[in-house]
């Protein structure tokens, strides 16, 4: 065999195939050193043909934390919901700041290092007696971690927003008619005369089982999907690119291993790596874990059982996961509910009987009898009567009788005349100053929908869930 192969590498073919291959994983080798080590792709938003790197979010997100009181910034590192808050915070910035230097360079608008200097000597915080202190300057900014050029890039960021979309924070005027509709109806009231029939006067037997059992089938108890997952987890700094390769080298071999048929246990054990098993859970149900993230949660509820995931990147290493089991949605049995259905099978059969009542009186108001012991009251939008009965008579024509449901009880409900309110001068002024302020914002919103279907918004998800999401 091997005398063949020695004779067979001397003829053309042979040598013409050997080059290829040759030629092939030099190639590949080099466009992984290329393409795959030497450079990696930091893009975390693309706003029409300008892109925001990770490393621009970071600064945002440092600035944005400086200006926190400690509490606050112990918040946004350990409860989950204030640093979701914040780091939408920080997209939004980024984003709208971005919109407005596109606008603002379509525009030609242009701000000059000289104007950029001149901004700077004119800050409080870097005079002394109204003269600009130099080391004042040097101070501010090493305290906030920033060079000059980052403070300067920061301060025409602003002044070419504020030529691009300033014009828009000016108020627009509300005219008088307008105020006057919207006083009218803010402090309008209404002549009504209501009547209310509880539930709970209505007393009823106890439920036999047959009856549990139809009440169960109109309202079961559904037990949601939960699913047990396996992962194991390498650690990497996946901003430091040594770290990186090193972890990814290291993901790689476990991934290799995993797909050979190893258990997730033997591969741990052998790389000393983080080996998790993660009991039974539903997809929103709230869980210690800290790398399974809602983006983690979502991957584990969209696969198979049995089945290993890809290699994932995420923001602190590589994962793999696999979905031990999982128990579909289902209906819990009536007999583990069966004590729990009492009290709402009797609210239920309460309801009916009050709704029956509560029918009958509305029957006869309409046939022109009068409501017995009905409350009269003159009522605005806020105080007179419970809140279910004033939404429903705002709601509502002069005239109209009708039936409103709150939580325990049943109104039966006529609508009388609208009552226009007394002038109020000062009461009427505060309606401009909301109406400028609503109108204002409405130009804005619109201006920056505007400017969002210019120059479209694209997340690159890819590097939001390795960098950003926790």
Same mark, same amino acid.
């Given at each position: 065999?091997?005398?063949?192969?020695?004779?067979?590498?001397?003829?053309?073919?042979?040598?013409?195939?050997?080059?290829?291959?040759?030629?092939?994983?030099?190639?590949?080798?080099?466009?992984?050193?290329?393409?795959?080590?030497?450079?990696?792709?930091?893009?975390?938003?693309?706003?029409?043909?300008?892109?925001?790197?990770?490393?621009?979010?970071?600064?945002?997100?440092?600035?944005?934390?400086?200006?926190?009181?400690?509490?606050?910034?112990?918040? !946004?590192?350990?409860?989950?919901?204030?640093?979701?808050?914040?780091?939408?915070?920080?997209?939004?910035?980024?984003?709208?700041?971005?919109?407005?230097?596109?606008?603002? =360079?379509?525009?030609?608008?242009?701000?000059?290092?000289?104007?950029?200097?001149?901004?700077?000597?004119?800050?409080?915080?870097?005079?002394?007696?109204?003269?600009?202190?130099?080391?004042?300057?040097?101070?501010?900014?090493?305290?906030?971690?920033?060079?000059?050029?980052?403070?300067?890039?920061?301060?025409?960021?602003?002044?070419?927003?504020?030529?691009?979309?300033?014009?828009?924070?000016?108020?627009?005027?509300?005219?008088?008619?307008?105020?006057?509709?919207?006083?009218?109806?803010?402090?309008?009231?209404?002549?009504?005369?209501?009547?209310?029939?509880?539930?709970? $006067?209505?007393?009823? !037997?106890?439920?036999?089982?047959?009856?549990?059992?139809?009440?169960?089938?109109?309202?079961?108890?559904?037990?949601?999907?939960?699913?047990?997952?396996?992962? #194991?987890? #390498?650690?990497? $700094?996946?901003?430091?690119?040594?770290?990186? $390769?090193?972890?990814?080298?290291?993901?790689?071999?476990?991934?290799?291993?995993?797909?050979?048929?190893?258990?997730?246990?033997?591969?741990?054990?052998?790389?000393?790596?983080?080996?998790?098993?993660?009991?039974?859970?539903?997809?929103?149900?709230?869980?210690?874990?800290?790398?399974?993230?809602?983006?983690?949660?979502?991957?584990?509820?969209?696969?198979?059982?049995?089945?290993?995931?890809?290699?994932?990147?995420?923001?602190?290493?590589?994962?793999?996961?696999?979905?031990?089991?999982?128990?579909?949605?289902?209906?819990?049995?009536?007999?583990?509910?069966?004590?729990?259905?009492?009290?709402?099978?009797?609210?239920?059969?309460?309801?009916?009987?009050?709704?029956?009542?509560?029918?009958?009186?509305?029957?006869?108001?309409?046939?022109?009898?009068?409501?017995?012991?009905?409350?009269?009251?003159?009522?605005?939008?806020?105080?007179?009567?419970?809140?279910?009965?004033?939404?429903?008579?705002?709601?509502?024509?002069?005239? #109209?009788?009708?039936?409103?449901?709150?939580?325990?009880?049943?109104?039966?409900?006529?609508?009388?005349?609208?009552?226009?309110?007394?002038?109020?001068? =000062?009461?009427?002024?505060?309606?401009?100053?909301?109406?400028?302020?609503?109108?204002?914002?409405?130009?804005?919103?619109?201006?920056?929908?505007?400017?969002?279907?210019?120059?479209? #918004?694209?997340?690159?998800? =890819?590097?939001?869930?390795?960098?950003?999401?926790?």
């Amino acid at each position: 065999m091997l005398e063949y192969l020695r004779n067979a590498a001397e003829k053309t073919w042979a040598k013409i195939l050997m080059f290829i291959l040759i030629f092939s994983f030099v190639g590949w080798g080099a466009a992984e050193w290329i393409f795959g080590s030497a450079t990696r792709d930091t893009t975390l938003l693309h706003v029409g043909n300008a892109d925001i790197s990770v490393q621009q979010f970071n600064n945002e997100r440092s600035r944005k934390l400086s200006e926190m009181s400690k509490d606050e910034q112990r918040a !946004a590192y350990t409860d989950s919901v204030k640093s979701a808050a914040l780091t939408q915070s920080v997209m939004s910035t980024l984003t709208m700041n971005q919109l407005a230097l596109n606008r603002a =360079k379509d525009l030609g608008y242009f701000v000059s290092d000289k104007r950029i200097a001149d901004e700077i000597r004119t800050y409080p915080q870097f005079q002394n007696q109204g003269q600009f202190v130099p080391w004042l300057f040097d101070m501010v900014l090493q305290q906030y971690g920033m060079t000059e050029q980052d403070f300067a890039n920061i301060l025409r960021t602003d002044i070419l927003r504020q030529m691009a979309v300033g014009v828009m924070t000016v108020p627009v005027a509300v005219p008088q008619f307008a105020v006057d509709a919207f006083y009218n109806g803010r402090y309008a009231k209404r002549e009504i005369k209501y009547v209310p029939v509880k539930f709970a $006067d209505f007393k009823v !037997a106890e439920p036999t089982t047959e009856q549990l059992k139809v009440y169960y089938a109109q309202n079961p108890k559904v037990i949601p999907e939960k699913r047990s997952v396996s992962y #194991v987890f #390498v650690g990497a $700094d996946m901003n430091k690119p040594d770290e990186y $390769d090193a972890g990814f080298k290291v993901a790689q071999q476990v991934e290799d291993m995993i797909i050979s048929g190893s258990s997730m246990k033997e591969v741990a054990d052998k790389y000393k790596i983080k080996f998790v098993q993660v009991p039974l859970f539903a997809r929103n149900e709230k869980i210690s874990d800290k790398i399974l993230s809602d983006g983690l949660i979502d991957k584990a509820f969209s696969m198979n059982t049995g089945i290993e995931s890809e290699l994932l990147e995420l923001k602190n290493g590589f994962a793999i996961l696999r979905i031990d089991d999982v128990v579909a949605e289902h209906n819990a049995t009536f007999e583990s509910v069966q004590q729990d259905l009492v009290a709402g099978w009797k609210k239920s059969e309460q309801r009916k009987n009050a709704y029956v009542v509560a029918n009958e009186k509305l029957v006869d108001l309409n046939n022109g009898k009068s409501l017995v012991n009905a409350k009269s009251a003159t009522v605005s939008r806020t105080e007179g009567a419970p809140l279910v009965v004033l939404n429903a008579a705002f709601a509502s024509n002069d005239g #109209v009788n009708t039936i409103v449901e709150d939580v325990d009880t049943f109104y039966v409900l006529h609508t009388g005349k609208n009552v226009a309110p007394k002038s109020d001068n =000062k009461k009427k002024e505060a309606i401009r100053k909301e109406l400028n302020n609503i109108s204002g914002h409405y130009v804005s919103e619109d201006y920056g929908q505007f400017l969002k279907r210019k120059y479209p #918004v694209k997340l690159n998800q =890819k590097n939001y869930d390795r960098f950003i999401v926790k």
